[in-house]
């Protein structure tokens, strides 16, 4: 069994490369991923296709589509679906890799960040030095996003909560809050997978979308039924939102906040962590011009 570090105090990376292959939940096209240790803090993308191309560190400023997964514009190349991956990295301490990708998704592999977490556990971690922890103000921040709201505050450690509402019975009202640390997202968090509604799946279907779901990669939601039981737990859907928040998060870096997401999606996750991003800009250096472009954060 691996030993994951006791918390996010410390920066971490891969100790050797390891790769996943699998299909794109919406194209359902084959898409490989080779993770590998990086001595820069942050998430870095490279192209398996394209290695000349330089690596690009991902920020929540990237976020080009959040509809269905979180999609990612990183010049003129999508990526789509890496918040299950970001989740297992940023979850079990990684706090820092290069993400070599061939394809325009990430695999989806079960639907959960589980297979993630055992390829990061083959890899093995390394301890680095501190960790880039990015800030929160002062202030609560808070954002709304039609009757679904997320709000974050300061803490001492991180603190995440989720509660969902569905009119399907199978579902109903669930509520889920953790006091984070790597071992308690790899036991309680990363199993939990991907779910969907029949009638929104067939929809979905015909529009020539989430052509690489099925039944062994989502949970799929029939009315008071699953159509793939057994579920890994009970409430397996708001730990699913939980390990989506975390990946959304992952873009900007786990905060030391509290953090509470009522009826999330990855529109809500994506835009708060787009205001941390905005309150942890480096401030331009003096001699700066107003014709200089601003830090990409
Ligand atoms: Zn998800």
Redesign the pocket.
């Known amino acids: 069994m691996t030993t994951w570090p006791q918390d996010y105090a410390r920066a971490w990376t891969l100790a050797a490369a390891v790769e996943r292959a699998g299909v794109g939940l919406h194209g359902g096209l084959p898409c490989r991923v080779r993770l590998a240790p990086s001595r820069l803090p942050g998430y870095r993308v490279g192209w398996l296709d394209d290695p000349a191309r330089p690596l690009q560190r991902l920020n929540p400023a990237m976020v080009a589509d959040t509809r269905l997964?979180t999609a990612l514009q990183l010049g003129d190349r999508r990526l789509a679906?890496v918040?299950?991956l970001l989740?297992a990295l940023a979850g079990t301490g990684v706090s820092q890799a290069e993400i070599w990708v061939e394809g325009e998704e990430i695999p989806l592999l079960d639907?959960s960040a589980l297979p993630w977490v055992e390829a990061i556990a083959e890899a093995g971690l390394e301890a680095l030095g501190e960790r880039q922890v990015p800030a929160l103000p002062a202030e609560p921040l808070t954002l709304q996003q039609g009757i679904g709201f997320i709000t974050a505050f300061r803490a001492e450690s991180l603190r995440l909560a989720a509660a969902v509402e569905y009119p399907q019975a199978a579902i109903g009202r669930q509520l889920y809050s953790i006091a984070l640390t790597p071992a308690a997202f790899v036991a309680e968090i990363a199993p939990a997978r991907?779910f969907g509604f029949r009638e929104q799946v067939e929809q979905l279907r015909a529009a020539g979308l989430i052509q690489g779901g099925a039944l062994d990669n989502a949970l799929v939601c029939d009315g008071d039924r699953w159509l793939n039981p057994p579920l890994r737990f009970a409430d397996e859907p708001v730990r699913?939102?939980l390990?989506?928040l975390l990946?959304d998060l992952a873009l900007v870096g786990l905060p030391k906040a509290q953090v509470f997401a009522y009826r999330g999606s990855?529109g809500l996750h994506t835009a708060l962590a787009n205001a941390i991003a905005s309150t942890n800009l480096t401030p331009l250096p003096a001699e700066s011009t107003a014709s200089t472009p601003p830090p990409s954060a």
């Open positions: 997964c679906t918040e299950h989740a639907g991907t699913h939102k390990l989506d990946g990855h």
